[in-house]
Each structure stands twice: as C-alpha cells, then as structure tokens.
C-alpha cells in the first residue's frame, strides 16, 4: 500500500482543521485543556477568535453538565495559545481516537506545547482537597492506548517512547513558578481510569500501593497523543477530594466542582506564571 494513503483518522482531523481555519488563521504556539471547574481561566485570556465545538462537523461533543466545549484562541502574558474550555471524556462513550482527536487538532494547528490541567482524586495519604500536583509520570494501563489502530504515520512513530512523557523543562518551570508564588507543589504519577463511576476503597489501596498518588478520568491518553506527535507535554491537577475510602464519606462530582473553585485563583495564577516563563524559551 502506498504510503500517500491517508488513514481515515487523519482524513478526519484533515478536514477538521480546515474547518476551523475556515473561521480563524490564528496560530498557536501553546494548547491548554482546562480541567473540571477550571474552564473560568478561559477569562484570563485575550480571546481572538472562538469556535464551539458543536461548529465542527465530526468533532466529539462533550455532553457534560459545566462542561463548556469550545476552543478559544487567543493571547496569555502575550503568547499565542489555544484554549480547550471542556475536554472530551471517555467516559462520555467515544471511541478512544475520538477522545484524543481535539489535542491532535491543537497540535495540527500549530501548538507545540500542551499544558494539560484536570482534577484529580488524591491518592497519596500526605495530599490534601486543594493541594496543586505537578504530573511527573503516568499509568495508562486502566484505558484504552489511543494509538491503538493503523497508526496515523503523518504524525509520529507506530511505538513511540513513552519514558519522558512530561517534558523535563516544562516541569522545571512549573516547579519554579510554584516555589515563587510559594505554592507548596505536590509531584506524581497519576492514572486515567475510564469513569464515569468512581473508584473503590479497594481500587484505591491497590493504586497507593502500585506508587500512585493522583486518580482521574482524562489526561493520560491525551498526554500519550500529544507525545507520539512530538508535542512537548506538561500536566497539572487540582487534588478536589481524597479519593475513595480514604476518609468516611462518599464522593460526588459538586464536591469535586467547589475544591476547584477554592483553588482557582492559586491554580490561574500557576499556569499564567508558567506560560510567562515558557514564552522565553
Ligand atoms: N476519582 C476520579 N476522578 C476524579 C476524582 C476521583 O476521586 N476527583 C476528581 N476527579
């Protein structure tokens, strides 16, 4: 087979990008995916042009309540970025390619560093609801990989390497700009779980005892996609509630919502610093 064949996938991500170059030329150099009560950061940003999702045909459209799906492409501390307010989740029931399509579209259009922001579960018994966790590395084994299929060769590698997946200066800046701002950092691995149900006490004892100190639902394969095309990858989560059986009440999604809204001056202040500092490397 000739290697001009595209794959379908590709085609599809084709035809999205055109789609949005249709309403905007803006080219960004940065992608950010807001996480879970978060999507207020977008009012930080100097907005150029927006496009709902809902505007691209093919485009997998989140259907989460507080989940506003729409890129915003504009200017934060002066730099070009593009701006995922609402990710697609898994759990939503799209196939996992389609999980990961908008970050392959943000890299397509130009960014070349993804800031992946989420809330997570902690995990690790020193974390507390409020605490900011700097990704240091991931376990995807609890989704689907979203390379999985004929591998989009436009893009990257069939087997690409995954043993520095957040980039090494990407997370010296972040680890920088937290100790300015005295934010006391936490540093981990985190793991995607499908959702949209949350863990067990069990599932949570077995995750501390593999080393893991953050549990979510997204993230992960978004940092693999991003990764196998070469974008430089940086990741950050909200710790919004300890995770399942850690303390004597159950969980649910507004308690997860509010310890986010407590930390978001902290958090928007972390990634504007972050970007401030990127834009000079
Ligand atoms: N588990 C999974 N996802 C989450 C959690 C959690 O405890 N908190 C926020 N997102």
């Known amino acids: 087979m000739s290697n001009t064949i595209k794959s379908e996938g590709y085609k599809k991500l084709l035809d999205c990008k055109e789609q949005i170059r249709e309403k905007t030329a803006f080219i960004p150099k940065a992608a950010i995916v807001l996480g879970s009560g978060l999507g207020g950061y977008a009012e930080q940003m100097k907005v150029e042009a927006e496009v709902a999702y809902s505007e691209i045909e093919g485009f997998p459209v989140s259907t989460v309540a507080g989940h506003d799906g729409r890129f915003l492409f504009g ?47 902690g995990v690790n018994l020193d974390f507390q609801p409020g605490d900011l966790m700097m990704i240091e590395d991931h376990i995807s084994i609890a989704v689907p990989n979203p390379l999985r299929g004929k591998n989009m060769e436009e893009l990257g590698v069939r087997f690409p390497d995954m043993s520095q997946v957040y980039d090494r ?27 949209p149900s949350y863990e067990t006490p069990a599932e949570i004892r077995m995750f501390r005892k593999l080393g893991i100190d953050a549990v979510g639902m997204s993230t992960v394969c978004e940092a693999i996609a991003a990764n196998h095309m070469g974008m430089r990858v940086c ?3 909200c710790i919004t509630n300890m995770a399942a059986g850690i303390l004597d009440q159950p969980l649910n999604h507004k308690e997860v919502q509010e310890a986010a ?17 990127i834009k000079e490397i």
């Open 261 to 277: 809204d407590r930390v978001k001056d902290q958090f928007e202040q972390l990634v504007t610093g972050v970007i401030g500092k």
């Open 235 to 237: 990741g950050i989560s």
């Open 75 to 121: 200017y934060i501390e002066g730099f070009p970025v593009v701006m995922m307010k609402g990710r697609v989740h898994y759990y939503e029931g799209y196939d996992i390619s389609d999980v990961v399509l908008p970050i392959r579209l943000m890299g397509m259009l130009g960014a070349k560093i993804l800031i992946l922001t989420n809330a997570a579960g």
């Open 169 to 195: 200066s990407l997370c010296h800046i972040i680890e920088k700009i937290a100790s300015e701002q005295q934010i006391d950092l936490k540093k981990g691995v985190y793991i995607q779980c499908s959702g």
